[in-house]
């Protein structure tokens, strides 16, 4: 005899806003459901199985996951726990420990000596004074970042994509990361955010990133994105300002101090106003 779990529902069967995604495992089905109640896991049951069947709800935020069978009759739907199964639990277990493993290692930022055995012919990148202005620099420390990540959660994340299915792992691993790459030669970083994973055709998983435009800083202060530095301001620590100076001048801007000729070697600096006309240069103040 059936025993139900709670008593018969009517349910509304819109879909809800936040987080959902289903995966077909055999005759079971997967949803998502991250820092739900129980009655939210129940009904989201419920949602994907209106008309009956298995459903695994999984929540990696509170590192859980409940079984239900669905049975629709004369328009209501009944429903009641069922053993979770083993292979769905550990595919939970590792999606979780990939999602530990990944802010471990982070820890809101990487050092750039960690990822050069991976930037292959950028390898002599060290500021991200050039990393704002070069795409292809952004392009190497993307990849750089995702065989970096990989290498330390392939294993796990393999495994929880066989169990669960990439899709679904994606969705459960809400890793909402920003990793801030940083170059101790001079201080400065640049951002990317993480994006999930991928699974080629070998089957083989990446962890996938992407650059966070305007968001390289020196000494807080923001770097410009484009080699021409039309309309870019500055203002903070002078050595920080130095050093973004330095930089329009390897980009070929004309530079100038409070209205004169820039002089050689090191000066303090407040801030840097650039015209918002082409070719027409920048002008720093003492």
Known sequence: ????????????????????????????????????????????AIQYAPNGGKVHVIDIHNNKVSAYQTEREEGLVM????????????????VRNAKNTIEDLAQGSVNIEHLRPFLGAYSDINTA??????????????????????????????SASVS??????????????????????????????????????????SVMFEPIIDSGRDKGIRLHESHNYTGYRARGASDALQRI??????????????GNPLPTG???????????EPGKGCNATE
């Open 1 to 44: 005899m059936k025993k139900l779990f709670s008593t018969v529902v009517a349910v509304s069967f819109a879909v809800s806003s936040t987080l959902l995604s289903s995966f077909s495992f055999a005759s079971d089905m997967i949803a998502v459901c991250n820092a739900c109640s129980e009655q939210q896991m129940q009904n989201r």
């Open 79 to 94: 429903y009641w726990a069922i053993p979770v199964k083993e292979s769905i639990r550990a595919g939970v277990t590792h």
């Open 129 to 158: 004074h050039t990393v704002a202005k070069y795409a292809p620099q952004k392009a190497a420390i993307k990849t750089a970042l995702s065989d970096y990540f990989t290498g330390n959660i392939a294993g796990a994340i393999t």
């Open 164 to 205: 669960l299915g990439t899709a679904i792992v994606n969705q459960a691993l809400t890793v909402n990361l920003a990793v801030n790459v940083h170059f101790p030669s001079d201080g400065t970083t640049y951002a990317f955010m993480f994006k999930g994973i991928i699974k080629n055709l070998n089957g083989d998983v």
């Open 245 to 258: 100076l330095n930089h329009m001048l390897a980009s070929g801007v004309a530079v100038t101090l409070n």
């Open 266 to 276: 090191t000066v303090t600096i407040t801030d840097v106003v650039c015209s918002n």
